[in-house]
């Protein structure tokens, strides 16, 4: 099990979810759950969700945040790989299923390049 006590990589990432949270829910989001993980089995997770907000018009957001120092590797943006887009995916899937009429989704992108934060609405689809 992972936590935040004497994780460095775990502390920043919470910074910057928490960072993302504050600028959504400023914009007129409203939280909805943080981190929804799914998992395989023990020790297997399978796909997470950082942010899942709600817009004024109803539509759920699922919210990758990602954060780099710098731009040197392509950015934070650049980070969410097809693999990564996967499982967040799968993790939605697993959050509408039992939900009668799931409303309206759309994924959101998060993107912390040092202090630069970019909010890239729609950044990609379940498809």
Request: with cysteine.
């Amino acid at each position: 099990m992972v936590t935040t006590k004497g994780n460095p990589k775990k502390k920043l990432g919470d910074a910057a979810e928490t960072r993302a949270l504050a600028h959504l829910c400023q914009a007129g989001l409203v939280m909805v759950r943080r981190n929804y993980r799914v998992a395989l089995g023990p020790h297997r997770p399978a796909g997470e969700v950082d942010l899942i907000l709600r817009e004024r018009d109803g539509t759920l957001v699922f919210v990758e945040v990602r954060q780099r120092a710098n731009l040197r590797h392509g950015g934070a943006a650049a980070s969410v790989t097809a693999a990564k887009r996967g499982r967040i995916v799968l993790a939605a899937r697993h959050f509408l299923a039992p939900l009668a009429s799931p409303p309206p989704c759309r994924f959101d992108v998060v993107a912390i390049d040092g202090e630069h934060l970019e909010w890239l609405k729609g950044a990609f689809d379940a498809g």
